[in-house]
């Protein structure tokens, strides 16, 4: 059956630092892969999207890898600060239905 | 421009009981999709919609339905409503069933 895993389910680093996320999948070919933020309380906001004919993605301090080969995406923060600390969650648009399903995201908590 | 509303915020109902929860999309954006979260499944996918037509649907029982109107305004519905049914249900829009998600707050329902 076809599966998303954030493989952390909570991640601490130091400020400053950079976060590392990852998301893997079984038995799916997406067309492209989301990422998201969710702060508690809150609907998940946007992040990036990116494509499966495309390795890597930028936004500011947001850097996205998408590897179809070994059906994994990485979602790195550089120089974390704590306002980035959220719930952050991949999702995949693909399969046979074509809908868009989520991972069950990893919270990431940056210490000052 | 005004984000996506989700009404009601909160609700408690009793087990037996229907609920109806609203969702009004971003203006211009055509696509709304429903999602369930708790937090040990995480976000679910329930049902998308495309110009008043169901798209896609999630692995949820009959008791589940929806509907989009033409001016692109969703319900939900749950009828006989069960402890389990106790979440954060999510509506997003989109401008086609492409591309990036808008999410509203989300209507918590509690269910005792």
């Known amino acids: 059956s076809q599966k998303i895993e954030q493989n952390s389910e909570a991640l601490n680093i130091q400020e400053g630092k950079t976060a590392t996320l990852t998301c893997n999948y079984t038995?799916?070919?997406?067309?492209?892969l989301q990422w998201y933020r969710q702060d508690p309380g809150r609907g998940p906001v946007f992040l990036l999207l990116?494509?499966?004919?495309?390795k890597e993605k930028r936004k500011e301090r947001l850097k996205v890898t998408f590897d179809t080969t070994l059906k994994q995406s990485l979602f790195h923060i550089t120089a974390s600060q704590p306002a980035d600390s959220a719930t952050y969650l991949c999702?995949?648009?693909?399969?046979?239905?074509?809908?868009?399903?989520f991972g069950k995201g990893t919270l990431l908590t940056v210490n000052p | 421009k005004a984000g996506v509303t989700q009404t009601p915020r909160y609700l408690i109902k009793t087990r037996g009981q229907q609920v109806t929860l609203s969702c009004s999309p971003i203006?211009?954006?055509?696509?709304v999709s429903w999602y369930q979260q708790t937090p040990g499944q995480g976000l679910q996918f329930l049902f998308e919609?495309?110009?008043?037509?169901?798209?896609n649907k999630g692995n949820f029982p009959g008791r589940f339905s929806g509907r989009q109107f033409s001016n692109s305004r969703s319900e939900m519905n749950v009828s006989t409503l069960e402890l389990g049914d106790s979440a954060l249900y999510l509506c997003?829009?989109?401008?086609?069933?492409?591309?990036?998600?808008?999410f509203g707050e989300g209507s918590r329902l509690t269910v005792l």
């Open positions: 997003a829009s989109s401008l086609s069933l492409d591309g990036e998600l808008f």
């Open positions: 919609y495309f110009s008043e037509t169901q798209r």
């Open positions: 038995n799916y070919s997406p067309a492209y």
């Open positions: 990116i494509r499966e004919n495309e």
């Open positions: 999702a995949l648009r693909g399969g046979s239905n074509y809908k868009l399903t």
């Open positions: 203006s211009g954006h055509r696509s």
